[in-house]
């Protein structure tokens, strides 16, 4: 069954939004069986539209837009909807009285263009958006089918699983199924860990199944996909792809599925052997913290945090030493080494955790270049600081450091000897 996504909106070509909805939808719509064989992003230009709904309709056996249902100007996507399927717009009442009782709930003036919004073409299905004042609309045409969904995320979301997905396996009842399994590694590159660790999969691998690497700043994730016309029948040309790649991931590996995150698995580990943990963060300004308390029931690990950005911040706050700072400056092993003993020690916590650097694009200097930085860790245990280069972009840098900061305590935790990518601890 092909799909084909497109996407509206002049936003999302000159890059003033990422298109992260299509991305999603061809996640979502992969594992319901159907074959993501096009994905468009278009203007908010009417014959634009037309001509790629026509072309989308006449190879798919379904399309999904996104956009282009708001209020204002342009969006045109019902005008170009309404063109193609030769009807038109009418007041639904339902729709209007919804959006007026979310405007009068909100205390913000009903005004024409939102009167608009609750017009919809009379030769459609509405799908009621209970997120917002946009309804979903499904049409059908020969063969295909076609799904207008809202651009607002969470909005178009909540519509494909609760409307869209039920009614297309009523349509189009599953007679293969896919399915992947994700096994989420850190603290090591892709391809030391694809050449190097986990090797040649030729032996394990069949027609059936296929192997992806995909990596990012906090680590690399491995997708093992298979279609079959049964559950089990793909679980057991996986299996084996799994249990070789765990066999061989070992320490590497952090856990499996599709959105697990390094903050969640240290938690975990935080909350299994009742452990509290503190953040001292300069070049990251709170990045890390904000990661740990991004998972839900942080509180039961995670004791306080300081953004001592400052030196004087450090001094005060953290009690690192004034001669320490001048003689070797912020982004050293020294003051690591003092910021993470020092809000461990000042939040009473058994872990604390630092990060010094300089994370760009200026600062950097010969001996200590845009992209150093150093992350230090204290407990009862261990005190000791790695010294790690990255990038120019200060970003990524932001985001590296949390990454080996949260993947450095896992290892800690677990008792793992080697630190991410190979980082020696240095301590005093």
């Known amino acids: 069954m092909q799909c084909h996504i497109i996407s509206i909106g002049n936003e999302l070509l000159i890059g003033d939004t990422v298109n992260t909805n299509a991305s999603w939808l061809g996640r979502e719509l992969t594992e319901a069986g159907f074959d993501v064989s096009q994905i468009y992003t278009i203007s908010d230009d009417l014959e634009a539209m037309t001509s790629t709904l026509k072309s989308a309709l006449s190879k798919a056996d379904l399309v999904i837009t996104t956009g282009g249902l708001g209020p204002t100007h342009d969006d045109i996507t019902k005008k170009a909807v309404t063109e193609l399927f030769d009807c038109k717009l009418v007041v639904n009442e339902e729709v209007l009285n919804f959006i007026k009782k979310i405007f009068k709930k909100r205390n913000i003036p009903f005004s024409e263009s939102n009167y608009h919004q609750a017009e919809v073409p009379d030769c459609c299905e509405i799908l009621f958006n209970t997120q917002g004042t946009a309804p979903g609309l499904w049409f059908e045409r020969d063969k295909a089918i076609l799904v207008v969904l809202p651009g607002v995320p969470f909005e178009m979301k909540r519509l494909l699983k609760n409307k869209v997905l039920p009614k297309l396996s009523e349509r189009f009842p599953q007679k293969e199924f896919r399915h992947s399994h994700y096994i989420t590694t850190a603290g090591i590159g892709e391809s030391t860990l694809s050449d190097e660790i986990i090797g040649d999969l030729d032996p394990v691998l069949n027609d059936n199944v296929s192997v992806a690497y995909l990596p990012s700043p906090q680590g690399t994730r491995i997708r093992i996909s298979a279609r079959g016309h049964s559950v089990e029948e793909i679980e057991h040309h996986i299996q084996p792809v799994v249990d070789f790649i765990k066999k061989r991931g070992g320490k590497y590996i952090i856990g499996e599925g599709k959105d697990l995150g390094l903050a969640e698995v240290v938690g975990d580990l935080l909350r299994k052997y009742e452990l509290r943990i503190a953040t001292a963060e300069s070049c990251t300004g709170g990045y890390v913290a904000n990661a740990i ?3 839900a029931g942080s509180s039961d690990y995670m004791q306080g945090g300081i953004v001592s950005y400052a030196n004087e911040v450090k001094i005060s706050q953290l009690g690192v030493s004034r001669q320490i700072l001048n003689k070797v400056g912020a982004v050293s092993k020294e003051v690591a080494l003092q910021m993470a003993k020092g809000v461990a020690e000042r939040l009473e916590s058994n872990i604390g955790i630092s990060t010094t650097g300089i994370a760009g694009p200026g600062g950097g200097t010969k001996e200590k270049p845009v992209g150093t ?26 985001e590296r450091t949390s990454a080996v900061a949260l993947e450095m305590v896992r290892r800690c935790i677990l008792k793992i000897k080697e630190m991410p990518y190979g980082l020696k601890k240095q301590s005093d």
């Open 293 to 295: 308390t991004n998972v």
């Open 373 to 398: 930085v150093w992350i230090g860790f204290w407990s009862n245990e261990q005190h000791f600081a790695l010294k790690a280069h990255f990038t120019n972009d200060r970003l990524i840098n932001k």
